[in-house]
Structure formats: C-alpha cells, structure tokens
C-alpha cells in the first residue's frame, strides 16, 4: 500500500485566493509529480521534481508553482485562484534507480473556485 | 506526437466473465508500461506493469499483454468482480520522468 497523502480533499473557494495543496510521502521517493485530471479525462502532468531543491514544468502549461525543501513534501501553490483553476489535482511519486517505477498516488485534492 | 489511447471508452462485463481491456501507444521508445485502476474519488492505483522485454505478465486475476509489433497493450481481469468497476489508464514511459496516460476505459460489472 502506497503511503501518499494529499490535503485537503476538497476545497470550495472564491476567485482571487491563494491556495496551498499539500502532497507528503513516506516511502522516501525522490521523485514526485503533479497532475491535473478532469472528470473522466486524462491525467495532465503540470509539474515534477527530481529530489529535494529540484522542481521542473510539466507538459499542461500552468499558472501554480512548486517547492520541494523536503524529500517528503511537494506542495502547490496558486497564488491567485480563478473558475479555470476548477479540476482534480492528483500528486504521485516515485522511486528506484530506474525511471522505469510505478508511480504511486494520492487521492487528489477536488478544487473548485467560485 | 506521442499519444496513448484506448480503443473502447465503456466495457460493460457480466459479473464472473473475463474482461480485456486495450489500448494502443505511438511511440516505439516506450520500453515500460503500467495498468492502473482508478475508483470514483480516488486516485489510480497500480494493478501491474510490464517491461518492453516481456510479452506477458501475470498477477492475481489479472495478465497484461504487450504486442510490440503492433504497439498494443491489454489488461485482461478474470472472473470480474463487482469491485473491478472503475476507470483503468494505461500508462507508458520511454526511460524519461515523463508517463503519458491514455483517456481511460470505464469498466461497468452487471450483476
């Protein structure tokens, strides 16, 4: 069983709020990821770090950012949240030598902006 | 560009019968491929993966295929069980710390 955890699980907000997502994982993975996925659709990647210090843009242009001073933490971060921000935020990680690992995720965080 | 499809969006499955779900991938690079199970308010989980040296893999109930030649990917769930309904991705990676995730098929058991 994966040991990922994403805060909060939903979260109905107005426009204009900065909005923190939280990811942890206990398994000591170096790397970990951010999606974006809409109902039914398929998963976005929007931003990825290879370990502590390191934090790269995803395929899925987006307005939010990343850090990651702990191996453990990678939260996101919208500074100004608008309607188009509305989706599902899923965090992943992965670990291993090899880029061939499964990615392990979280529940998601469900965003609505109002 | 390089893209993961699936072949049937719904599959709709007898409860007991097997269920094959496919998909199809672009890009020949991909030497790893990952099946996950995605239940309604959860994120995907790993049901099992399979390396571009293998053709076949097995694991409890399930047995993923991997057609290199026609760079098509199936997951087959025997003796489907009400709990197998969910929407199931597939997933490739070329050695990179890129995964591109198909659309998904959504698996519906009839009782």
């Known amino acids: 069983e994966a040991d990922i955890y994403q805060t909060p699980r939903y979260l109905v907000i107005g426009t204009g709020k900065k909005i923190t997502l939280e990811c942890s994982q206990t398994?000591?993975?170096?790397?970990m990821y951010w999606y974006q996925q809409d109902p039914g659709m398929e998963l976005h990647l929007i931003h990825y770090s290879y370990g502590v210090n390191s934090t790269e843009k995803g395929d899925l242009s987006s307005e939010s950012t990343v850090s990651r001073i702990r191996t453990e933490h990678f939260p996101l971060t919208l500074e100004s949240a608008r309607p188009s921000h509305t989706s599902q935020y899923l965090c992943?990680?992965?670990?291993?030598?090899?880029?061939?690992?499964?990615?392990?995720f979280g529940d998601g965080t469900r965003l609505s902006i109002l | 560009g390089e893209s993961v499809g699936l072949h049937l969006p719904t599959l709709s499955v007898q409860e007991g019968d097997n269920s094959i779900i496919n998909c199809a991938y672009s890009n020949s690079a991909s030497d790893y491929f990952i099946w996950y199970k995605q239940e309604s308010g959860k994120g995907p989980q790993f049901i099992i993966d399979i390396r571009s040296n293998m053709d076949k893999r097995q694991g409890q109930r399930v047995t993923v295929l991997l057609n290199k030649t026609v760079k098509h990917l199936s997951l087959q769930i025997a003796a489907t069980q009400p709990g197998d309904s969910a929407v199931y991705f597939c997933a490739e990676n070329s050695g990179t710390y890129k995964y591109i995730f198909g659309t998904g098929t959504r698996l519906k058991v009839l009782a």
């Open positions: 398994m000591g993975h170096d790397k």
């Open positions: 992943a990680s992965s670990g291993g030598q090899s880029s061939n690992q499964p990615q392990h």
